[in-house]
DNA sequence: ATTAGTTGCGCAATCGGTTGCGCAAACGAT
DNA sequence: ATCGTTTGCGCAACCGATTGCGCAACTAAT
């Protein structure tokens, strides 16, 4: 009859046992015969008795639950995290349970939470772009549950993060475009109440200083709705008749860009050199191939759940700032321009 | 102290209450006063009272955890489903576990076994490319948990499905390239093992068939991995100088195949008209922006979340074939040819 | 034959809540 | 003053599994 578990007592029942030592059989406890353990796993086949999770979390402190809160699903880095997150999840018999903030702070909250309600024996969380502080995570300090920030973190000394280093990747960004000749670029970035956004601007800017190169602020885009970029890129290239380059912050807004540059006929490299932060798969299908500094979201996802694991298994509460390096995969989207870098 | 939770009893303890004069209180059980309520709100609060989900659903034969099961994430369809889903679901007061059967059946098997473990209230599945039966799905229907299968699914009978017509989307697609004059097109199509990939091959060879349209073998794709594509591509084009249109199946498809076409420098749709099956994002951002049959995975995702929280809740074990439609979006990569489609 | 040790299993408590029922005190009605 | 009703709360069972401990029965050693 569907709903209606079988549960030990039924096995113990039809065998003239006692509950604990059918529990005991099926676990392989030593104190149990061969032939009793036999004969109950047969029963238990027979039967298709289905353990009760719920039932033996009780008494464990753990669950193998493992919270994940993301702001959103956005195309290309998230779902590649999540799979990579899974991947080691699973591999350590924990389950992966995903939820989605919407960016809502109220949502994030709510989840966390929600996150100790169902004794999560660790939570994974990408910040919300309207989280501003964790004092909504203290709960699950409070009971002990540990938490790893990645990738949209804000500046914290009490929670361990897995993230790239924002602003040195900005920098090797626009570095990368300077030694190539190219002194008039224009940077897109993200939502600047973002800590990533602000930092990767932060470094591009300051590689500009560095190498003495001048970088106005109309060189700058930022990009809170996809939808204002199209209007945004076409001002920068009225103001900037020199512009030779382009650098994008994510692969949404390198394949915005990229459509928006292919709509108006701007020849790439030819015309305009293109580089991106990516996590690699939309550069190779964009043409030309596009150069970038690969973040992957797969290894970013993989090393945080064995960090995370590592945290529990070790009921550590160490912290730990984890920067994952960026690699640079050149494809031919950047020219060397071969007249020299005019400074001022 | 960490990991001690506070449970029911401290508080109870606290006050010189039951336990369960504590646990009607903050249920708000009418047999409670308002003046004990109160002050046992106030004391949850300040211990910082976290009820205990395992506990308190041992006895309740519901979990509130939907599962979901996909074969992998790919870039397009799937996380936008998962997006669909979770909205749902969350607004359902449900969570989601998300398990990923690396397309293989001996994982589809342990982790559908793994969600009557965890009493799973449903489970939502994406068929591995591995899966050509489905008895493993029988232990499901034994304990009373609801399944649906959705998007990748095999002929079957007992359970419910939530699809899209994919024999008939194909032959949409065909029909509406032959209609504007491409009496020589190639479909570009995944691997033949899965059913949705033969569906929508069939449809369009039957539409070619109906219209008096030959159509070579040589016209037709099956790519099972990704980088044959190029080869397979180039040999379609040299077989077929008049080769006028190209219709994929998959977001993945179209964008390697747009790769492909730009690099080998094929104006598009002036030479080469394409067509897509597509959830919409890739050819907004491809250029030119590519006219396709919308099939949403944010819009399935909702859909079958719905559909599977009523059968839970109404403990229905309803079957249905849910067909969603596919919408056309025009967006001028497909050219209408003058010269009257030559009939045999 | 008595003792010591091993083997195989059951009793009862426990995890943290929920719920049916009972019961005392307070209340109103006659 | 008596009876019936309502109010507010506690007792104890229960959900399904795990586990420390105890206890027979059997074996082996002296």
Do not use: W
Not at 23 to 34: G, K, V, W
Not at 294 to 313: D, Q
């Amino acid at each position: 009859m569907p709903g209606t578990r079988v549960t030990l007592k039924d096995i113990a029942k039809r065998l003239g046992l006692s509950m604990p030592t059918v529990s005991r059989a099926l676990a392989d406890h030593p104190d149990i015969s061969a032939a009793t353990k036999e004969r109950v796993r047969e029963v238990a086949q027979a039967l298709h008795y289905i353990p009760n999770y719920r039932a033996r979390y009780l008494r464990a402190k753990h669950s193998r639950l493992i919270a994940l809160i993301v702001p959103e699903m956005n195309t290309f880095f998230v779902p590649a995290m999540i799979a990579g997150i899974n991947r080691v999840v699973q591999q350590n018999d924990y389950s992966l349970i995903v939820f989605q903030s919407d960016n809502s702070i109220v949502q994030e909250r709510r989840l966390v939470e929600y996150c100790t309600h169902l004794s999560a024996d660790g939570v994974l969380i990408v910040l919300s772009s309207e989280t501003s502080d964790l004092a909504h995570l203290e709960t699950l300090r409070e009971v002990g549950i540990p938490v790893v920030l990645l990738d949209k973190t804000i500046e914290t000394t009490r929670h361990s993060t897995v993230t790239i280093d924002d602003q040195e990747v900005g920098r090797e960004a626009a570095n990368y475009l300077i030694e190539r000749g190219h002194t008039r670029s224009v940077g897109i970035f993200g939502d600047q109440r973002q800590r990533i956004s602000s930092l990767r601007l932060k470094g591009f800017k300051r590689a500009h200083a560095e190498q003495g190169i001048p970088l106005a602020e109309s060189q700058v885009l930022r990009i809170t709705m996809l939808d204002e970029l199209g209007e945004q890129l076409e001002q920068a290239f009225a103001r900037h008749p020199d512009l030779t380059a382009i650098f994008t912050m994510t692969d949404e807004l390198l394949v915005f860009t990229h459509h928006l540059l292919m709509r108006r006929g701007t020849r790439i490299p030819e015309e305009v050199s293109l580089l991106a932060i990516s996590d690699g798969l939309a550069p190779t299908f964009l043409h030309p191939n596009v150069t970038h500094l690969r973040h992957s979201g797969g290894e970013v996802g993989e090393r945080t759940a064995h960090f995370l694991i590592g945290l529990i298994e070790h009921n550590s509460d160490a912290m730990m700032d984890v920067r994952i390096r960026t690699t640079l995969v050149e494809l031919g989207s950047v020219t060397t321009r071969t007249q020299r870098p005019a400074r001022r």
